[in-house]
């Protein structure tokens, strides 16, 4: 079992949707998580980061945590063909001396236009 | 504010020759990772540098890698010799990190490596 697992995709929604990527971790010590964009053959981009239980927005992102499900998600608003990308997940566990972070493979979305 | 600064951008060797990738991070920033992401795979961690030393290397594959931080600042990733399976994209990220608040990385542009 991968300690972090997204679906691969593609997801295509249309353009002015809501995208909703998901993404489910194993490692119970984690206690952080990001999330990734990546364009093709560029490097990851940060998203959000978050580390508590709920919600939390920025823009058209809202980034979801639910700990006891083990759970992570990015939600995408109004998508916009600029979005289309790979979406990486990433976990990194508690307050250890290294800052590794643990990534799942990446869901491709594509936004319709 | 510069990024962080990988080069080469590619790199094609044979099999059994020596390679250096090189990592320029962001000015001022202590922490210093490697990564790389082999075809269909997901990337995964190398090695953390805190300034010149190294705070983690679980991640490295066996002792054909060898990294190097002098002074703290830019980085280096030999790969000696190199064998197929090193083909990759090697990233190097950055991150000034507070031990308690961690922080996003910042990812160079990557080395896209391929050993024939």
């Known amino acids: 079992q991968k300690e972090v697992e997204q679906n691969s995709g593609p997801l295509s929604v249309p353009e002015g949707a809501i995208a909703s990527l998901n993404c489910t971790y194993s490692?119970?010590?984690?206690?952080?998580f990001f999330w990734y964009r990546q364009y093709s053959g560029k490097s990851p981009e940060l998203i959000m980061s978050i580390y508590s239980n709920g919600d939390k927005e920025d823009g058209r992102f809202t980034a979801q945590l639910n700990k006891a499900s083990q759970y992570v998600s990015l939600l995408i608003r109004d998508s916009q063909p600029s979005d289309s990308a790979t979406y990486l997940c990433?976990?990194?566990?508690?307050?250890?001396?290294?800052?590794?972070?643990?990534f799942g493979s990446g869901t491709r979305l594509l936004v319709r236009p | 504010e510069a990024g962080v600064t990988q080069f080469p951008s590619h790199s094609v060797i044979e099999k059994g020759q020596t390679v250096t990738l090189r990592c320029d991070p962001i000015?001022?920033?202590?922490?210093l990772y490697w990564y790389r992401r082999v075809m269909g795979k997901e990337i995964k961690f190398l090695l953390h540098f805190v300034k010149e030393s190294k705070q983690d290397e679980s991640g490295m594959p066996n002792n054909r890698f060898l990294a190097e931080r002098t002074g703290g600042t830019y980085s280096t990733l030999k790969v000696q010799p190199a064998e197929l399976e090193d083909s990759g994209v090697y990233f190097c990220a950055s991150s000034q990190g507070i031990r308690d608040r961690p922080y996003g990385y910042t990812f160079g542009s990557g080395t896209r490596l391929t050993v024939v």
């Open positions: 000015s001022g920033h202590d922490n």
């Open positions: 490692d119970r010590g984690s206690q952080s």
């Open positions: 990433a976990s990194r566990r508690g307050m250890d001396s290294s800052y590794k972070l643990i």
